[in-house]
Every structure is written in structure tokens, then in C-alpha cells.
């Protein structure tokens, strides 16, 4: 048997395009991180994040994924997501603490927006914002992986539901 047929299943689930439901799962988890009563129990943002993104790659783009793309697409929408709530988060507070809104500092804003609202001043705000992205990715694996697993396991269409009974 030609080595290119057993190879090619595996070539062309690796050429699917995860990124629309990446962004779709980050977007979920980025909305549980910044709401205001729900921000306190991060579990939803981990859990449900990577199953609104596995969900809207089977379901909505009707596509076929196998249990690695699963764990990809919950790793990187739980681990996204709570990269841009805290990004969203710290400009936020940055706009509001220095009072961005007016008129006389508005030229203030376009650096902030620029990249420059996760710089921190001193050594120390610097260690503590990495370890907070090393928590994030830590938990993303924990909690997100496994969710993408499960979710892959429970929007997987069904094979032979509804023929032949009856």
C-alpha cells in the first residue's frame, strides 16, 4: 500500500483551519472573565470557552475533528481568552485611573492602545504579570484541554441515530 494513502487523513485534518473557532471559544471565555459575578468562578471561563469553540467547528462550520484538534482549539480559546480579558482589564483600569476620556490627555490614548498598557513600571510588576500569564496557561492546560476533549466527544455527530428503527 502506497505510504501517501495512510498518510493523507492525517494531512488533511492538519490542514483544517481551527482559527474561527479559537476566536469564537476565546471570545466565550473573555466575556465569563470580564463579567462581573461570573469573573469570580474562572471554572466557567476554562470549561465553557473551548466548548463554544469546539461546538462552532462541528456544528456551525460542519466540520469533522478528531480528539487532538479538540484539545488545541480548548487549550488556545481558554488560554486567549484570558489573555485579552486581562489586556482588555488593564487598559480599562489605565483609562479610568488616569482619566483618558478627556479631551486635554487624549493623546494619552493611542500608545496605551498601541501595546503599551501591559508595561509595568517597576521589576516587580514585571515578575507578577508573568507569573499571572504562567497561571493562565497552567489552567488553560488544566481545564481547557480536557473540555475541548469532552466537547469534541459531545457535538460528534452520531452515526446511524434515526435510521433503520422503524
Excluded: C
Amino acid at each position: 500500500m502506497p505510504e501517501n494513502v495512510t498518510s493523507r487523513p492525517k494531512d488533511v485534518a492538519a490542514r483544517i483551519n481551527l482559527k474561527p473557532g479559537i476566536y469564537s471559544g476565546a471570545s466565550v471565555a473573555a466575556l465569563f472573565l470580564l463579567a462581573p459575578y461570573l469573573r469570580q468562578f474562572l471554572i466557567f471561563a476554562y470549561v465553557l470557552g473551548p466548548l463554544a469553540g469546539v461546538w462552532y467547528e462541528i456544528r456551525r462550520r460542519r466540520i469533522s475533528l478528531d480528539f487532538n484538534q479538540g484539545a488545541l482549539i480548548g487549550f488556545y480559546s481558554a488560554f486567549y481568552g484570558s489573555i485579552a480579558a486581562l489586556a482588555f482589564h488593564e487598559i480599562v483600569v489605565r483609562v479610568v485611573v488616569d482619566k483618558l476620556w478627556r479631551p486635554e490627555k487624549l493623546y494619552l490614548l493611542p500608545p496605551l492602545l498601541a501595546g503599551k498598557g501591559l508595561n509595568s513600571d517597576t521589576p516587580i510588576g514585571w515578575y507578577i504579570l508573568m507569573l499571572e500569564l504562567t497561571v493562565m496557561a497552567i489552567l488553560a492546560a488544566i481545564l481547557g484541554v480536557p473540555s475541548g476533549l469532552l466537547a469534541v466527544k459531545l457535538f460528534r455527530p452520531r452515526r446511524g441515530v434515526g435510521k433503520g428503527a422503524g
